[in-house]
């Protein structure tokens, strides 16, 4: 069974898996929806055993099967003791943003009957604690449209087809909090702001007016070389470890200037030598 790579997403309702699914799905994993959980050690002999066997597997699984939390870890353990790849990604949220999309959709907490959605979420994050103190990574969804999630997973997934590490230059604003899904985190505070200069003010990061701007200190110019030389010697080490992803965050005040520019210049740097480097942007529109 050593030959199938099997992605297991869990987490909050409302925190995206649908769409964690979706993507799976169109990226040409065999995607289930709520197995449960003692049926899926045959599930997996079935793939690895048919006439054309199924060498990837996404699966959702949470609270809404029985015996679920029972039975997950050992599960799971016994998959990987068997040499089976198995990546285990928990979707969280905030509350706030978790109230909304049920508020919009007008759905029900799957452990809010009878009381309110705060209530269902607050049973459902005491039961999910475990899972998600075990994942191999988590990923919070509150500040991400179906877009942007999507866009997030596909890099990640196609990463962990491939057994290589991809890199994410994720840029942030520290006024709108720090990301809890990264690796490491960069905060560039320091450097000249441009949002104090009229003309640079309404632009972002992107814009090569602002590059120029944020590219022309000499510090700038010191920490693009500090830093690329820390991250050079980090990512082999990475790799070497069995690492799939390593998320690196560059943050500012309000995440649409200097994180955004130097986010920029650090995937291009490592796009020079990788084709696993990507870039997002999480509040260069606010």
């Keep these: 069974m050593n030959d199938i790579s099997i992605i297991i997403i869990s987490g909050i309702s409302g925190s995206g898996k649908s769409t964690a699914l979706k993507t799976l799905e169109d990226l040409g994993f065999f995607c289930v929806d709520n ?29 809404r099967e029985k015996t679920f ?22 979707l969280d949220c905030s509350d ?23 209530e269902g979420l607050s049973r459902e994050r005491e039961m999910l604690s475990s899972i998600k103190s075990n994942a191999d990574r988590v990923l919070d969804t509150s500040n ?5 999630l999507r866009k997030i997973l596909e890099d990640i997934f196609t990463g962990l087809a491939r057994r290589t590490m991809t890199i994410n230059f994720l840029s942030f604003g520290y006024k709108y909090g720090v990301p809890i ?11 000249p702001n441009p949002y104090f200069v009229d003309a640079l003010k309404d632009l972002s990061g992107g814009d090569k007016r602002v590059a120029a701007y944020v590219l022309q200190w000499p510090e700038t110019q010191e920490f693009i070389r500090r830093f690329t030389g820390l991250l050079t010697m980090l990512i082999p080490l990475y790799e070497r470890e069995g690492k799939s992803y390593l998320t690196i965050a560059i943050g500012c005040t309000g995440g649409r200037h200097r994180s955004v520019t130097l986010a920029e210049c650090l995937k291009d740097f490592y796009s020079q030598t990788r084709t696993d480097v990507a ?5 260069i529109d606010r």
């Excluded at 899926?40 to 597997?57: G, N, Y």
């Excluded at 050992?74 to 990604?89: K, M, N, S």
């Excluded at 452990?111 to 705060?118: A, F, M, P």
Aim: some cysteine; charged content about 25%.
């Design 69 to 90: 939390l029972r039975e997950y870890q050992p599960t799971v353990q016994a998959l990987r003791d068997a040499g089976c790849r198995v990546e285990r990604i928990f």
């Design 35 to 63: 197995l449960p959980i003692l049926l899926l050690p045959k599930f997996i002999k079935l793939c690895t055993s048919s006439t054309h066997a199924i060498a990837r597997v996404g699966l959702v699984m949470d609270v």
């Design 144 to 148: 991400l449209n179906v877009h942007q």
């Design 181 to 191: 899904d990264v690796d490491l985190v960069m905060d560039v505070r320091f450097l």
């Design 279 to 283: 870039v997002i942007h999480r509040d």
């Design 96 to 118: 706030d943003a978790i109230v909304k999309r049920f508020s919009e959709t007008r759905r029900q907490h799957p452990l809010g009957e009878g009381t309110s959605v705060l």
